[in-house]
């Protein structure tokens, strides 16, 4: 009795530690830019740090949702309602950090699009472009980290909170045979695509915004911020999956949900702005984007491209669902 009293507390300090570092990295983060002026413009410095504090914040948030469900009281009522192992409890995990910064990423791209979009078009630019730029390319290299957890938990179904409480308790007698993890870089070809997605995003993409996109201004990367409004709603499908809900109401209004958003905001975004910059040399469409130089016409087709190969995919799932004549295949898309 009192162990468990011992390891209760244990867990509730554990628990306040990672929530203070949590929203204390979150705020450190708020307070470095706040005052800046809208065109300002992100140093290396203050880069560097906003990069930290998102590492910190993004990996407390998945260990903090992960105490919440492995080490409470009502963590375990959920777990046995639903018969989560604990594989599954990390994915979940997983799956609610990528809605939330997903939801960081479409504040960013509202409020850059507010401002850029309304005033030059192709030179005016808002600080939390670059800002969040920095901020959210550590959550690409922490997702790298949290996906390996998740894949490891999954494939050797290691009993991951009891050995947590082992380590606490300190319990008598031999102590059961490690479980072999697999490797890192056998994760990596386990799962190439989305570890390649990361890497590019997180490294390729934030050297576009912070250096390589020269005078251009933020309008076209307001866009493709507000391009992750579709990943709650692909969390949403995954988690649903995991509690065995298939077959539920929510599961089938968040399907039409995620398909009607990630129309919106993956396949019509970019030739919207397409649109925009037309409207702004006052030439017709394909004239104007004939103008463009060979590098933003390669990216385009990058992004563009598998955005419409997963958006078939997706509406074949759908109309097999809702047709009676399957059960639809969609692709575990992450972004």
Known sequence: MAGQKSQA???RVMMSVLGLCNAGSLAAAINLVIMLNPEDRISIKRGAVLTALGFVYFMTLFELINMAA??????????????????E????????VSAIQAAFSCVTGAVVCAWSCTRDLLKSSHFMS????????????YD???MYMVHVHMTTNADYFKNRIRKVSKPEGPAPEPVKRPSFFSYCRHEPVILMHHLFIGGFGFLVIVYLRGGLGDCVFGFVYLMEASTPCVSLRGVLSRLRLKSSRAYLANGLAMLLVFLLCRVLSLPYVCLLYSRRLGLPYLDAIATLPLGCKISICIL????????YLMSAGAVKVFFGTGNGREPDRRR
């Open 70 to 87: 492995l080490f409470t009281q009502a963590g375990a009522r959920f777990r046995h309602k639903y018969k989560l192992s604990c594989g």
């Open 89 to 96: 409890v990390l994915d979940i995990s997983n799956k609610l």
């Open 9 to 11: 507390r244990h867990y």
């Open 304 to 311: 563009l491209l598998p955005q419409l190969y997963w958006f």
């Open 130 to 141: 670059e800002a969040y730029a920095w901020f959210g390319a550590a959550y690409f290299f």
């Open 144 to 146: 790298i980290w949290s």
